[in-house]
């Protein structure tokens, strides 16, 4: 049971993460820590700008203007989704990381495939 809610709390963490503006939402207070500040900033010249589109999110801003390692992690889903199901396992069991990181991964896309198909 602890599994099956690892699985569900890393997906919740993914689609919150990938799929909304949670993070410029929630922790807009702290603009200069995650550099929200200059997201709104580039968002609001982009939005008034004639030029194509350089992002479409926060999580595609920090990949165009931030390329480093750090960032590189948080961007791919892939290894989100190990270093969470890592964090989940410790407390069930080093031996259920695979097992939480690909079922989580599944659910995730599975999702994804859903809500695209009701919109």
């Known amino acids: 049971m602890r599994v099956f809610c690892s699985i569900c709390s890393v997906v919740m963490i993914l689609i919150l993460f990938y799929q909304t503006n949670f993070i410029v939402i929630y922790f807009g207070w702290t603009k200069n820590l ?5 997201y ?18 926060y999580i595609e801003y920090l990949k165009f203007k931030y390329n480093s390692f750090i960032i590189e992690l948080i961007t791919c889903p892939f290894c989100l989704a190990c270093w969470i199901a ?34």
């Open 34 to 38: 995650l550099k929200i500040y200059d």
């Open 40 to 57: 709104l900033i580039a968002l609001k010249e982009q939005n008034n700008s004639l030029a194509q589109p350089k992002f479409a999110n």
């Open 86 to 119: 890592l964090f989940f396992s410790l407390f069930n069991g080093i031996i259920f990381w695979p097992i939480i990181y690909v079922l989580s991964l599944l659910g995730y896309f599975c999702l994804l495939s859903l809500f695209k198909k009701s919109y």
